[in-house]
């Protein structure tokens, strides 16, 4: 069974070819069917790989299907082959398993859209880039998969491209990506130098034989990593995400939960022992994981858009998972990746359940009450905000607990705080969030109350599964200290994540940790309690005190408006000089003046070409007079 998993990424691609060819002649229901069922087929292929790769031998593992031979250049050669091991097999599941739901959902929500084949094209295609990222087997395949995520990611956010902000936010994501991927690319070939070949066996052999040295893996696990910041938001590539909300939600729930963002930790995580060989590389991660997840969520704080909340909450939570794989508690980054899958996609689908319910409404400040109208929705909704928080004993609380606990292990106390007052600032905004949309007194317009109405169950029914997952999907990482078998999830990553370096604590200190990771919960939740639902006026009369922090808060800080002064408008500017003085007087004027010159030559000799024989005969007359009077004088 687990050789079918080269089978995986090609329904999605043959689904998103046949929509693209044949589309316009399929009717909406067809175009649902064959969309939603190509992804299902990839997950039913993922689950038979995943059920034959529990019984293999780790000796045996990874397992490799070379399709054909690729890339060709001297001794230097790629293949495009997939591998399969306990990794790529957990991305293969949380792709294609919440990426189906997502499908599904989109069924709803996307019924009214005009756009409804075009979606699923790019949807379709988005899956297809993402698995082949996942399963490749070598660093040149896996950068194809790359940009295919950036390419879908740019074709989805800017989906609805008459809105002139829908089009700018799709070409900021694919810019600041762009840059990103500059470093990627650099660190790849520092890579190719040094290893001869990007597949991962071979890079793993490098680093254990020595062949990389220490100071070279920490230049190339930087490079790399400034991809990664790129992909996966994080300081200071992350401004792009948050205007990525431009696209429809069940866009922002599948880049968000399932797809894009998680490629950066994906490529660390795979590139674990490169990582690993270098202590400056890992203080990196740990640092820009650890302080982008305290930044962005200091921004969730006091967002009113709905889905810029959980923008800014989807950075911060992928802070985390590098704060993870920086402190070499790789297992638990990838931990926290899958159970923010769960929760992170039920939360985004349930405000866009919302959104739909309101006719578009996306402003919280717009909301309030609407527990009684949205009971399907509410409930799943507060199920995703629980488990974010890190409330015992949904999802959230086992993975970020495992990063934190990791972190104090290793030492870095200062960087577990930082993550312990991010784990306040989650609980609170996310439950702001729940009380000023579900809670308190109704602020509804009376357009958005007259068609208020109740999400079909096409969208409602995935939010009840994931729901369910964002409960027990913690439970396979149980730890020992809750009579967990030394950590299920850990052990089955072993064959490519060794442990070694994730620190060793007494039950009683793991446990104060624990305490102190619930405490900061609750703490965060009953701020926000006595914020929004106890004394509503709380927030305004803090915001009054201090406007200069609240303003700076609202504005996220002012790093648009810094970034367009200080790099974008000077770049603008100068284009426009060099347009105008060099491009328009250099360029165009040598070509005007040499193309100006030709005329006047052709003009003058235009006067000897007249095309008659007489005028050409008088010439030739007096030719010959003129040759015979230099001859006689």
């Known amino acids: 069974m687990t050789d079918l998993f080269w089978l995986i990424p090609f329904p999605p691609a043959l689904s998103a070819l046949v929509l693209i060819l044949f589309g316009r002649v399929l009717s909406k229901r067809w175009v649902t069917i064959q969309a939603c069922g190509a992804v299902l087929v990839s997950f039913g292929l993922s689950l038979l790989s995943f059920g034959g790769l529990l019984g293999a031998s780790a000796e045996g593992l990874p ?148 062949a990389i040295g220490a100071g070279l893996a920490t230049l190339i696990a930087i490079l790399l990593f400034v991809g990664a910041t790129g992909k996966s938001a994080q300081i200071p590539l992350y ?71 959980l923008a800014y909450s989807t950075i911060s939570q992928l802070g985390y998972m590098f704060l993870g794989c920086g402190v070499g508690a790789y297992a638990a980054g990838i931990f926290h990746l899958a159970t923010h899958a769960f929760f992170k996609s039920l939360l985004f689908l349930s405000a866009g359940s919302v959104i739909h319910a309101l006719s578009g409404e996306q402003d919280m400040r717009k909301m309030g009450g609407l527990k009684k109208y949205l009971p399907r929705t509410y ?24 990063i934190l606990t990791s972190a104090f292990a290793q030492g870095r106390y200062i960087l577990w705080g930082l993550g312990l007052a991010g784990a306040i600032m989650t609980a609170f905004y996310m439950f702001r969030l729940i009380f000023l949309t579900f809670h308190g007194e109704e ?60 620190g060793h604590l007494s039950l009683g ?32 009369t803090l ?16 790093v648009d408006e810094a970034v367009g002064a200080v790099i ?3 770049l603008l500017r100068g284009s426009e000089l060099v347009y105008t003085g060099f491009d328009l007087k250099v360029i165009d004027g040598a070509l005007n003046g040499s193309a100006a010159a030709a005329g006047f030559f052709g003009k003058v000799l235009s006067v000897f070409q007249t095309g008659f024989v007489k005028d050409y005969a008088v010439v030739f007359l007096l030719g010959v007079a003129v040759i015979l009077g230099v001859l006689l004088f």
């Not at 089009?167 to 600041?176: E, L, R, S, Y």
């Not at 446990?511 to 609750?522: K, M, N, R």
Request: with cysteine; charged share 15%.
């Open 63 to 210: 397992l490799i299907k070379t399709l054909f031979p690729w890339i060709r250049a001297g001794a230097f050669r790629a293949d495009f082959a997939f591998q399969f091991d306990p990794l790529s097999a957990v991305m293969v599941l949380v792709v294609t398993g919440v990426g189906f739901l997502i499908h599904v959902y989109s069924v709803g929500y996307m019924s009214h859209d005009k756009g409804t084949t075009r979606f699923f094209s790019y949807m379709n295609l988005f899956m297809f880039a993402m698995l082949i990222l996942v399963l490749a087997s070598n660093m040149v395949l896996m950068f194809v998969g790359w940009e295919g995520v950036g390419l879908c990611s740019y074709l989805l956010i800017g989906f609805w491209f008459e809105k002139k902000s829908a089009a700018a936010a799709g070409k900021k994501a694919f810019i600041v990506n762009r840059i990103g991927d500059a470093g990627f690319l650099l660190g790849l070939l520092f890579l190719l130098t040094v290893v001869g070949t990007s597949d991962f066996t071979a890079i793993s052999g490098a680093v254990q034989s020595g």
């Open 239 to 309: 401004i792009w995400l948050p205007d990525a909300m431009e696209g429809p939600t069940p866009v922002s729930a599948l880049i968000h939960a399932a797809t894009m963002v998680t490629a950066g930790v994906y490529m660390v995580a795979r590139l674990n022992p490169l990582f690993s060989l270098s202590v400056p590389a890992g203080n990196v991660v740990a640092i820009i994981g650890a302080a982008t997840a305290v930044f962005a969520a200091t921004m969730a704080l006091t967002q009113n858009d709905i889905k810029r909340v």
């Open 379 to 402: 409930k799943p909704f507060l199920v995703g905000a629980i488990a974010i928080s890190g409330v015992p004993f949904l999802s959230g609380f086992f993975s970020k607990d495992a």
């Open 443 to 502: 602020r509804l317009t009376p357009e958005a109350k007259l068609h208020l109405h109740e999400s079909p169950k096409v969208m409602t029914v995935p939010l009840a599964i994931l729901a369910v997952f964002s409960v027990i999907a913690g439970y396979v990482g149980l730890p020992a200290i809750f009579g967990g078998r030394a950590d299920l999830f850990r052990r089955f990553l072993e064959p490519v994540i060794k442990p070694a370096g994730e």
């Open 509 to 540: 200190t793991e446990g104060l940790l624990i305490l102190a990771s619930v405490a900061a919960a609750f703490l965060g939740i009953v701020i926000a309690y006595w914020f929004y639902l106890r004394n509503p006026r709380v927030p305004q």
């Open 543 to 558: 915001a009054a005190r201090f406007p200069g922090v609240y303003k700076l808060l609202t504005n996220k800080y002012f």
């Open 568 to 570: 974008i408008r000077p």
